[in-house]
Structure formats: structure tokens, C-alpha cells
């Protein structure tokens, strides 16, 4: 209040009244929700017949706001009107707006229409962005004004990136299906925003930009079962006994032998078959920017995917075996996954890379 931001003091000690609207805490806000209605109604009243002396366009936007501003804070307080509070009546004055609500909805509509106008004659993707943005402010100052809503649809047509992304294989190795879809479904990227979108298919003139993933190398080791043995030797507690010294029973005061731990030592042999295969992919991206037909970037994309697991055979104490070696003796060993699996599952890492690069280029 003291500032002269009636607005904002409005706001706040409205909120508050409302709510807690009880006698106490309406004796509290209700004058300052009265003060600050009166005073922001005639500052914006003030504001906007000096706005009427400006020249220029662009001083629509501002009026438009003030009238909306004015009208909401009749809005606000009609529930307000003739409240008690202590023995004083509280009013607050109204007037109507809707002429000038209208005739500056009129004026600012039409600023807005001109200006996005203006921007999609300018051409390109920027300035049809700009214009798009304008047109869906004109939307909601006033709907289904004249063509706007299908200049706002020709707008976003021409102010949208599009990005045509292909895979090409100089390798030896088929790339497995699956794997070429999973790359090629940008839903699955999550890429896809207000403004770029990204396609599959053969290139033509329409695109900007066109991202190629090119394999250059498709590796998948043999299959590999290894064996090694472990010998493991450990002292470990297996009850008490009766302390000795010298041969004697060492006794404590009460005269009752002292008794420790008793240790012995447990030994075993284990061996461990180790399945192992390993895929590796190294492949290379392009970007190239169709419209001037001229190469932006690439980069090498280097990815490994390797599939191992083991179990075991034991022979001795078990007690001497840690708990890795314990959970192997009851884990069946899983098949070797088959070289299209490899592949695939490989191509999931290359596919998490290739979408990093993807959001950190320049388009």
C-alpha cells in the first residue's frame, strides 16, 4: 500500500480474508481490502486516459490488461458487498466496463492479428514462430477472430523443424529388425517438441535437416565357457572350550573354568564355469542441413554390451565359502543369448548415446 502497488496489496489481503472471512480476520483485512480496491480502480481508470493519448499499436496490450484487471477486481469483491464488520458497512463502487472492455478487445485483437500478419510475410522459421505465438494469444483475447485460427495452423506448419533420420549399414552383419525399428521410433525417444519433429522414411526437399546413423562395425565375440578353481583354507569358530595354560584348566574367581572360542580350520574346492560373450557396434552420425545440401557434424558412436554368468561346484566345508560363492552354488547358468539378441541389446546403449547427441545439436 505504501509503495502504490494497490494491485498486489489487493491481492494479498484478499486472499487472506478469504480465507478466514470470520469477524476477527475480517476486521483485520476488510479495510485494506477496501483501500487497495479503491485506489488500484482509480490508478488503472487514471492509467488508461493516459494511454488513450499515446500513440501507436502497441499500447492496446496494455489497456486490454487494465480493463481485465479492473472488471476482475469488481469480480472479487461482489461477495463483499454491504459485509458487517464491527457495526461499519462496507461498500465498494462499481461501474461497467463492458463497452470499454469490448472496444479495447476490438483494438487489441486486431494489433495482434496485424502483427502476426506481419511476421509470417516476413517468412522463415522464426518470424512464422513469432506469428504463431501471436495468433494463440488471439485466441484467447478473442476467440475465433475472423481467419486467425487458420493463419495460426499455416503458422506452426512453417515455423516447425523437421528431421528426417536414416540408418545406413556398411557392415557385413545384418542389423537384426527389431533393432532397426527400436532406432527408428522416435516416440520411444521422447524427442519430438513444440517445435521439431523427427521422421523416417526416403529424403525429400521438405526436410531441414537429415541425421544419417551410419554402422561401420557389427563385432560379436564366440561363445565362451570358462572354468577356474578356488581353493579357499579359513579358521573358523565352531564352539567353546576350556582355557589352558601350561597344560592346566585356567579358572576364574568363582573358581569356574574361563572358556573361549574353539577354532578349527575348513578347507574346500570350488569351481566356477563362467559363461561369457561380448557385442560391440561402432557406428557414425551425420547431420546435415538439407535446405543448403551442406554437413554440420559427426561423430564416432562407440558402444559394448557384454553378457556373463556363472556358477559352481563345490567339494568341502562350506562354511569357508563368502556369500557370492554360496549364491552361485544355486544359480543354474543361462543360456548363451543368441547373436541378434547380442546385437540388440548392444544397439540399446548405441540408442542412448545417439539420443544425447541428438539433443545437444544445434538444430
Not at 509503495?3 to 494479498?12: H, N, P, V, W
Not at 525429400?204 to 564366440?222: A, G, M, Q
Not at 552361485?328 to 547358468?333: K, N
Amino acid at each position: 500500500m505504501v509503495s502504490g502497488d494497490f494491485q498486489q496489496a489487493f491481492e494479498q489481503s484478499y486472499q487472506a480474508y478469504i480465507k478466514n472471512p470470520s469477524e476477527k480476520n475480517g476486521l483485520k483485512y476488510l479495510p485494506l481490502i477496501s483501500e487497495s480496491y479503491h485506489k488500484g480502480q482509480q490508478q488503472d481508470e487514471l492509467r488508461l486516459k493516459e494511454i488513450e493519448t499515446l500513440s501507436g499499436t502497441a499500447k492496446y496490450k496494455e489497456a486490454y490488461l487494465i480493463i481485465n484487471r479492473l472488471q476482475e477486481r469488481q469480480k472479487n469483491v461482489a461477495g463483499l458487498q454491504g459485509r458487517l464488520v464491527k457495526g461499519k458497512d462496507y461498500y465498494f463502487k462499481t461501474k461497467d466496463y463492458s463497452n470499454a472492455y469490448k472496444s479495447i478487445q476490438e483494438k487489441y485483437a486486431q494489433f495482434l492479428y496485424d502483427e502476426g500478419l506481419s511476421f509470417l510475410d516476413l517468412g522463415g522459421k522464426l518470424n512464422a514462430q513469432t506469428a504463431y505465438y501471436n495468433f494463440k494469444n488471439l485466441e484467447t483475447v478473442y476467440p475465433n477472430y475472423r481467419d486467425a485460427r487458420i493463419l495460426m495452423n499455416s503458422a506452426k506448419q512453417k515455423g516447425m523443424y523437421k528431421v528426417l533420420v536414416q540408418l545406413r549399414n556398411n557392415t557385413e552383419v545384418v542389423i537384426p529388425k527389431r533393432l532397426e525399428a527400436d532406432l527408428l521410433n522416435f516416440d520411444s525417444y521422447g524427442m519430438n517438441s513444440e517445435w521439431t519433429n523427427f521422421y523416417t522414411g526416403q529424403a525429400n526437399n521438405s526436410f531441414d535437416y537429415i541425421i544419417e546413423l551410419s554402422f561401420e562395425r557389427i563385432f560379436v565375440s564366440p561363445e565362451q565357457e570358462k572354468i577356474e578353481t578356488h581353493t579357499f583354507e579359513k579358521d573358523i569358530v565352531d564352539g567353546k572350550e576350556e582355557l589352558r595354560k601350561d597344560g592346566k584348566v585356567v579358572k576364574d574367581k568363582d573358581d569356574k573354568p574361563i572358556m573361549v572360542d574353539r577354532y578349527v580350520k575348513v578347507r574346500g574346492r570350488f569351481e566356477e564355469i563362467r559363461r561369457v560373450k561380448e557385442a560391440a557396434i561402432t557406428a557414425r552420425y551425420y547431420l546435415v542441413d538439407n535446405q543448403k545440401q551442406q554437413p554440420l557434424e559427426s561423430m564416432d558412436l562407440i558402444s559394448q554390451f557384454v553378457f556373463s554368468d556363472s556358477a559352481g561346484k563345490f567339494t568341502g566345508d562350506k562354511r569357508v565359502l563368502e556369500r557370492s560363492y554360496l549364491d552361485m552354488l544355486s544359480h543354474r547358468l543361462a543360456f548363451f543369448p543368441s547373436n541378434e539378441q547380442m546385437i540388440f541389446d548392444c544397439g540399446q546403449d548405441l540408442k542412448r548415446k545417439f539420443k544425447n547427441q541428438i539433443i545437444k545439436m544445434k538444430i
